[in-house]
């Protein structure tokens, strides 16, 4: 089989984490994973150490790739709302591409043993989900300024556990008329 981020080397047998076979790539770094063994590893893994990684250092492939083992076309998958980086699952057979250093970054995001949910749709609702919280926060930010947007959601925060609130909302809503 042949890279599907370089298109050039072949894959060989090699081992990700001691008794998780794989396939690697010489040239780019990537790593071609059966989710079966995948699975097999974590139930057998007694606890994940989490490292460290620099996630603006890690490259991602970002076009579509073809799964070496099946020839049909991986979908991509975001690891996490911290980090661009998407995985690469093929649906058909079950294996996945991942681009150099991200088996790292999974480690020091501890989500190295929850692939199978990175992989699921929630996984990727709860990403959208954060995503446009971060874009709207980002855009009252930018219309009320930093110092009245940090007013206002403390403000918010209080309002939220307050017993009275909904009170409090009609009394600021006739207060405007």
């Known amino acids: 089989m042949i890279c599907p981020s370089c298109n050039k080397s072949p894959l060989r047998p090699t081992k990700i984490n001691e ?15 059966s989710m079966l063994s995948y699975r097999v590893w974590v139930e057998g893994s007694p606890e994940i150490p989490d490292s460290d990684v620099d996630i603006e250092e890690l490259n991602d492939t970002s076009r579509a790739i073809i799964c070496p083992k099946c020839q049909k076309m991986m979908s991509k998958y975001r690891i996490s709302g911290e980090a661009s980086n998407k995985l690469d699952s093929c649906g058909s057979c079950g294996e996945l591409w991942i681009d150099s250093g991200e088996w790292d970054l999974l480690h020091s995001l501890g989500l190295v043993d929850k692939l199978s949910s990175i992989l699921s749709q929630p996984w990727q609702n709860k990403i959208k989900h954060q995503e446009n919280e971060l874009s709207y926060e980002s855009r009252y930010k930018n219309l009320l300024g930093n110092e009245n947007y940090l007013k206002v959601k403390a403000f ?7 017993k009275n609130k909904l009170e409090i909302k009609n009394y600021i809503a006739r207060v405007n008329r």
């Open 156 to 162: 918010r925060d209080w309002l939220n556990d307050h």
């Open 19 to 33: 008794n998780l076979p794989a396939l690697s790539c010489a040239k780019c770094n990537g790593y071609l994973l």
